[in-house]
Every structure is written in structure tokens, then in C-alpha cells.
Nanobody, 126 residues
Framework: QVQLVESGGGLVQAGGSLRLTCAAS????????MGWFRQAPGKGREFVAA????????YYADSVKSRFTISRDNAKNTVYLQMNSLKPEDTAVYYC???????????????????WGKGTLVTVSS
């Protein structure tokens, strides 16, 4: 079992930046794919970004491409989501997720991953 804990959410004005952090613990091992998803009020869960174990493969949703950056530090079992140029439509609960298998192509993760954190709320005011 893998535990994921997100932090870094909060209230920010449109155009601002936030960095989300996800700390993984438990039965973590090399090869895990990590990702971020979000769920806006009244909407379904949406894929945001995914990153392979090495960081050499990264996939973004079109809605965040060029504004968000996913990265990871395997020595710290941590994954980050740097969010710049935030828009009110980015308001959502952001969830960290993990898949224990090796990278299978970005679009594979649109449906979700195996392990989930409890989420952190990001609110972007206009």
C-alpha cells in the first residue's frame, strides 16, 4: 500500500503561482509513475499531468500545457506541480496519484491511477 499526502494548496489571484507537493510513503519502490488530477466543483475528475520514474517521460493535459510543470525527487519520494499563470477555471481539489507499473504512455493515465491522496484545494480568484 502507498500513502500519498498533498500540500501547498490555497487561495491565489488570477495570474499568480502555486506549487503543490505530494509526499509518498509506504510500499514505494522504483518505477512508480506519479501524477496529478483535479476535480472542480460540480465536475468530474480531470487528468492534469503524469511523470515517469526517471522524469524522462511527461504528459500534460492540453488545458495546463505551458503553464504547469510536473517534477519529482525520487530521493525524497516527492512529486511537485508548479502552477503558473493560474486562471479561475483552475479552481479545484488537486489530487496526487501513483501507478506502480512502468510508464505506459501518457494517454494511458487519463482514466486514473491506482493510489490516491486526499487532495488539496486550490482556489483562483478573478
Amino acid at each position: 500500500q502507498v500513502q500519498l499526502v498533498e500540500s501547498g494548496g490555497g487561495l491565489v489571484q488570477a495570474g499568480g503561482s502555486l506549487r503543490l507537493t505530494c509526499a509518498a510513503s509506504g510500499r514505494t519502490r522504483s518505477g512508480y509513475v506519479m501524477g496529478w488530477f483535479r476535480q472542480a466543483p460540480g465536475k468530474g475528475r480531470e487528468f492534469v499531468a503524469a511523470i515517469s520514474w526517471s522524469g524522462g517521460s511527461i504528459y500534460y493535459a492540453d488545458s495546463v500545457k505551458s503553464r504547469f510543470t510536473i517534477s519529482r525527487d525520487n530521493a525524497k519520494n516527492t512529486v511537485y506541480l508548479q502552477m503558473n499563470s493560474l486562471k479561475p477555471e483552475d479552481t479545484a481539489v488537486y489530487y496526487c496519484a501513483a501507478d506502480p507499473n512502468s510508464w505506459r504512455g501518457g494517454s494511458y493515465y487519463l482514466a486514473g491511477m491506482d493510489y490516491w491522496g486526499k487532495g488539496t484545494l486550490v482556489t483562483v480568484s478573478s
